[in-house]
């Protein structure tokens, strides 16, 4: 019989350099039901809550803006909103040690998305 370990994500592996952690970092709210996200989640912003939530390639509720990426893994499963920490800028980061939505399933949309983040201050530590 095999034994199978799963390791964590750690955000090491997609956050590479940070100018100043106390500047390039936010407090945000990750609504309920949300689900269980991982560090290194890309995410957008919901328009009319100031909620975040996993960038949504095509939405139209200001989540298709790529605008930080989640420093922690959360629980956001629950029926409460919970707190979390995106990196929000003047950081150098992994590309490929990102973790998506299930929307962004084309390298062009990636690249898209990583076009937002790099008008934030995001550069590529190397290209995806």
Same mark, same amino acid.
């Given at each position: 019989?095999?034994?199978? /370990? ?6 090491? %592996?997609? !956050?590479?350099? %940070?100018?100043?952690?106390? !500047?390039?970092?936010?407090? @945000? ?7 269980? !996200? =991982? /560090?290194? /989640? $890309?995410?957008?912003? $919901? ?8 960038? $949504? ?6 989540? %298709? $803006?790529?605008?930080? =990426?989640?420093?922690?893994? @959360? ?11 995106? @990196?929000?800028?003047?950081?150098? =980061?992994?590309?490929? %040690? ?15 998305? !990583? ?8 550069? /590529?530590?190397?290209?995806?």
């Amino acid at each position: 019989m095999a034994v199978v /370990t799963h390791y964590p994500k750690l955000s090491g %592996e997609w !956050l590479k350099h %940070e100018l100043d952690c106390e !500047l390039n970092r936010e407090q @945000v709210m990750i609504p309920a039901a949300t689900g269980n !996200l =991982i /560090t290194g /989640t $890309v995410m957008g912003k $919901v328009t009319a809550s100031g909620k975040w939530v996993p960038h $949504v390639n095509g939405a139209a509720d200001g989540s %298709e $803006v790529a605008a930080g =990426i989640l420093l922690n893994g @959360v629980d956001a499963s629950g029926p409460s909103d919970v707190q979390g920490v995106n @990196v929000i800028g003047n950081a150098r =980061i992994a590309p490929l %040690e990102l973790t998506w939505d299930a929307s962004v399933d084309s390298q062009t949309k990636k690249d898209a998305a !990583l076009a937002q983040l790099e008008s934030l201050g995001f550069k /590529t530590a190397y290209q995806a």
